[in-house]
């Protein structure tokens, strides 16, 4: 089976590879090193917030030469790195000139507060494998900031947009938008192509198991670097796929229910 596909799931990995390297030749800015550990940078905030004593002077002295305490206890919240590594106060420049020694300081920290680290970890993570979760503007499919405005429909209609409806049809679907996705989050989508590729592992559709492999590593990357696990712009690629990977297994349980009646 693996040998009929074979031509075929060469030529789409090394299209994917090639598109995966342009970016990062054509970029000139690359990404900031606290993009890339935010997870560890999360981590440590907790320890501060919760362990500071835990900390030895030589570790405290150089974190707060990238942030102070009090203010890593002021924003800190649990399911958001971005509150810290984003403030103003956050030394962004400096944290990119040592990066060796952030990444002892968080070795050395870890080695007093593993459970710490672990509990920091599982809540920031918490909305990839899990359903119980709503939040009414990340969670959603469009991505709104609507402090100082009374709903959606009034902080849309503020927007310059070149949209051609009315706005009576614009505020119509956003009412339609905002009753229809209130269910849909990342931890959703997971176990929905969770089932999917079990079904088609199971049925030994190696096939369709091949288009599972790039969404294992966009969720694998996910685990070990999502700024806001509950934010949907970060799976929205399982959101896109979903559609065709859906008609697929249609398609093949309905080859095999032919086959079985003849």
């Not at 990238?66 to 810290?84: G, T």
């Not at 009315?166 to 959703?188: A, V």
């Not at 989508?189 to 096939?207: A, N, V």
Request: aromatic content about 14%; some cysteine; glycine content about 2%.
């Amino acid at each position: 089976m693996y040998r009929k596909y074979y031509k075929q799931t060469i030529s789409t990995l090394l299209i994917v590879c090639i598109l995966s390297c342009i970016p990062n030749l054509l970029i000139k800015n690359k990404s900031l090193f606290q993009e890339k550990v935010g997870i560890p940078i999360q981590q440590i905030a907790y320890v501060v917030k919760y362990n500071e004593n835990s900390i030895n002077k030589n570790n405290k002295d150089y974190l707060e030469k990238i942030m102070r305490f009090d203010l890593i206890k002021e924003k800190y919240e649990y399911y958001n790195v971005d509150s810290i590594k984003w403030d103003n106060s956050f030394n962004s420049d400096y944290l990119d000139k040592t990066k060796s020694k952030f990444i002892n300081t968080w070795f050395n920290i870890m080695t007093n507060n593993f459970d710490n680290y672990v509990k920091s970890y599982i809540l920031m993570t918490y909305n990839l494998f899990t359903i119980d979760n709503y939040n009414p503007v990340q969670s959603r499919f469009l991505e709104l900031d609507i402090e100082g405005y009374r709903n959606r429909s009034e902080r849309f209609n503020d927007l310059n947009n070149s949209n051609i409806l009315p706005n009576s049809i614009n505020n119509s679907l956003i009412k339609f938008y905002d009753h229809t996705t209130i269910y849909i989050n990342n931890g959703l989508l997971f176990f929905i192509l969770l089932f999917m590729s079990l079904y088609s592992i199971i049925k030994k559709k190696k096939e369709l198991i091949i288009l599972f492999i790039p969404l294992i590593g966009v969720y694998l990357t996910l685990l070990i670097s999502a700024p806001l696990s509950f934010a949907l712009r970060y799976m929205s690629s399982f959101l896109y796929c979903l559609p065709i990977i859906s008609l697929l297994i249609i398609n093949e349980i309905k080859i095999k229910t032919k086959k079985d009646k003849h």
